[in-house]
């Protein structure tokens, strides 16, 4: 109804208008030269809406024809890049199922077809790194790292085309750079943090590692070493703080503690930081600690006891005891502790179960960084026991 409406409108204008233009009177001369043209108005009023039409018809006609070659260009490209587009789908399919030979491949005919497409580019890039060509995926992902909306995905392929090298400190310094220019591209990406935790580590930077880790046991470890590591007491204590309350049962935790306020002079507060580990935590360098100024065994035996008092009948305890016995010459207290405290404790890493003799902040083998806890066999169990290893507080 409304369209029939509207047809209805426009030919009553136009009729009207047809009418008031045949009722125009007088007549319209043209002269060119000696030609001369007269009609009537209507009629020239008709000739004239006539000669504009066919000019902007003619005009288009032009403009189609100037812009043909750029239309055609067009379309080409657009046709290039469906092809590059779908040449690097196929190769990122093959990626995914392991074929990079058939990655390769496709990888090529989207080169051929758009070699400067981001999506191209980091199939390709992609391509050469799961080849094992560590160059080339390099020089592919410098080249997509310059596009502003794929750049991170160029950063990170850097990041990731060799390992991180923990020898190598002018490597490190460029993998830093190209964390920090990751970074600027994708600032609150979690795996970057992890990636730049890392590099940190390798550097010996412990400060700026324990501030970007998130993981609480990953950061008591880092904070250990960066109270180990900082010029100043104030801010050694600080960090080995940090470290005590992000990991409670960390023995190691509370031996940072205890160093850095001996370090400071604090004698009283140090020495309670190692009753307070031998409480949550013990563990023989706590213990080795608390009997440092004393050389006469049984002065170390009678200190021993008081160390072992905070925590009665912990495995720890027992095999202190039985150990400053022993060097005391008091056989049958030490025979009596050994029943219940014996056996060789190790560091264990809770992602590889690799031992180690001494704690430090990552596992050698694995590279997990905090995952060390204290093991130690006892007498009288079959089983070993896991004491308490790094834990977030509650």
Same mark, same amino acid.
């Given at each position: 109804m409304l369209r029939a409406f509207r047809f209805a409108l426009v030919a009553i204008t136009l009729l009207g208008i047809a009418w008031f233009?045949?009722?125009l009177q007088g007549h319209v001369t043209v002269e060119i030269g000696t030609y001369a043209a007269t009609a009537s108005t209507p009629v020239a009023i008709l000739l004239l809406v006539l000669l504009i039409v066919v000019v902007v018809l003619v005009l288009g006609l032009l403009r189609g024809a100037l812009? %043909?070659?750029?239309?055609? +260009?067009v379309r080409?490209? /657009?046709?290039?890049? #469906? !092809? @590059?587009?779908?040449? $690097? =789908?196929?190769?990122?399919?093959?990626?995914?199922a392991g074929d990079t030979e058939a990655a390769a491949g496709h990888a090529r005919t989207a080169r051929r077809h758009?070699?400067?497409?981001? %999506?191209?580019?980091?199939? +390709?890039?992609?391509?050469? /790194?799961?080849?094992? #060509? !560590? @160059?080339?995926?390099? $020089? =592919?992902?410098?080249?997509?790292?310059k596009h502003g909306d794929a750049g991170f995905l160029g950063w990170r392929g850097l990041l990731t085309a060799r390992p991180l090298p923990q020898d190598d400190p002018d490597r490190l310094a460029r993998s830093a750079e190209q964390a920090r220019q990751a970074a600027a591209s994708y600032p609150n990406s979690a795996w970057l943090r992890?990636?730049?935790?890392?590099?940190?580590?390798?550097?010996?930077?412990?400060?700026?590692?324990?501030r970007l880790a998130t993981d609480p046991a990953a950061r008591a470890a880092l904070a250990i070493m960066a109270s180990r590591e900082v010029a100043g007491e104030p801010l050694a204590i600080d960090w080995a703080r940090d470290a005590v309350r992000l990991a409670p049962g960390l023995p190691e935790a509370h031996l940072a503690l205890f160093e850095a306020r001996a370090k400071a002079g604090q004698a009283w507060r140090a020495k309670r930081a190692l009753k307070r580990g031998w409480r949550i935590a013990?563990?023989?360098?706590?213990?080795?600690?608390?009997?440092?100024?004393?050389?006469?065994?049984?002065?170390?035996?009678?200190?021993?006891?008081?160390?072992?008092?905070?925590?009665?009948?912990?495995?720890?305890?027992?095999?202190?005891?039985?150990?400053?016995?022993?060097?005391?010459?008091?056989v049958g207290e030490a025979e009596r502790h050994e029943r219940h405290g014996g056996g060789k404790g190790v560091w264990v890493c809770a992602t590889c179960d690799t031992e180690h003799e001494a704690w430090q902040p990552t596992c050698r083998k694995c590279g997990a960084i905090g995952s060390l806890g204290w093991l130690r066999r006892t007498n009288a169990e079959s089983t070993p026991r896991l004491l308490p290893a790094p834990q977030p507080a509650a």
């Open positions: 233009l045949a009722g812009s %043909l070659p750029r239309r055609i +260009s080409r490209g /657009r046709a290039r890049r #469906d !092809a @590059a587009d779908s040449a $690097a =789908l196929r190769a990122l399919s093959a990626l995914a758009a070699p400067e497409a981001p %999506l191209t580019l980091y199939v +390709s890039a992609e391509t050469a /790194r799961q080849a094992g #060509d !560590a @160059a080339g995926a390099e $020089a =592919l992902f410098s080249n997509l790292a992890e990636q730049r935790v890392r590099i940190a580590l390798g550097q010996g930077r412990f400060s700026e590692a324990a013990p563990h023989p360098d706590l213990a080795d600690a608390w009997l440092a100024a004393l050389t006469s065994p049984l002065e170390r035996a009678t200190a021993a006891a008081k160390l072992a008092e905070l925590n009665p009948g912990h495995p720890e305890s027992e095999a202190l005891l039985a150990r400053t016995a022993r060097a005391a010459n008091l």
